[in-house]
């Protein structure tokens, strides 16, 4: 029934632009202190300022959720979206225990492989080009059939390059430009990227 309750509030949400859904949530939060409700309230809060695109917001509301209501079903899925508030603001700072909390402490779920790919990113971003191999690879090993392995692998190949294990980033462009074909623009992009290793280590006689 409270969840029936919190669906109505959320219709009425979407149907009217007048509403504060934060003022809202936050009464029924404040009101139901450490209750079921409450908790469902508030993964509601973060969930709708992340859905806006208000990652600051969803970020501290993932956070308190996560403190506060510890033995919610949906705690695994609010680390991973704690994760996703910091990536998206470029907090990869953040962003990389936020997924490490979740990959080390929590099952599997339809979440882990955008959470192994968007860690690698993370520690591309801060440039830890080691981490990002690590992970990149371990993304390719336990979801060969991920919807962005290519792009995974073309991410591999960059940060392989940026440590200066120019071996096997040319071997990982070369299995993403075999994988979408010369005809695609990115498969060039690795084409090129070829060449300019090649060339650097002057064994490219051309």
């Known amino acids: 029934e409270d969840n029936d309750a919190l669906d109505l509030a959320e219709a009425i949400f979407d149907r009217s632009k007048s509403i504060d859904y ?28 992340f859905d806006a695109k208000d990652f600051a ?21 609010a680390q ?11 907090d990869f ?5 936020a997924y490490e909390r979740l990959l080390n402490n ?40 991920y919807e962005y392995a290519k792009a995974t692998l073309f991410n591999l190949a960059l940060a392989y390059k940026a440590v200066g294990k120019l071996d096997l980033s040319q071997y990982s462009y070369q299995k993403y430009a075999a994988q979408v ?5 990115s498969g060039r992009a690795a084409l090129w990227e070829i060449f300019s290793i090649q060339r650097d280590r002057k064994d490219f006689d051309g």
């Open 22 to 49: 934060k003022t809202t949530l936050n009464s029924i939060i404040t009101a139901n202190p450490s209750t079921p409700i409450s908790g469902e309230a508030q993964f509601r809060l973060a969930r709708r300022c």
């Open 57 to 77: 917001s969803a970020a501290a509301e993932f956070q308190k959720f996560s403190v506060e209501y510890t033995n919610h079903p949906d705690v695994p899925k």
């Open 181 to 185: 074909g010369a005809s695609d623009e």
């Open 106 to 145: 929590f099952d599997k779920t339809d979440d882990t492989s955008l959470a192994i790919f968007d860690l690698a990113s993370a520690h591309y971003g801060l440039k830890n080009y080691d981490d990002a191999t690590k992970h990149y690879n371990r993304l390719l090993d336990e979801y060969p059939n």
């Open 93 to 97: 700072k953040n962003a990389v225990p």
């Open 80 to 90: 991973f979206y704690l994760g996703e508030s910091y990536f998206n603001q470029n």
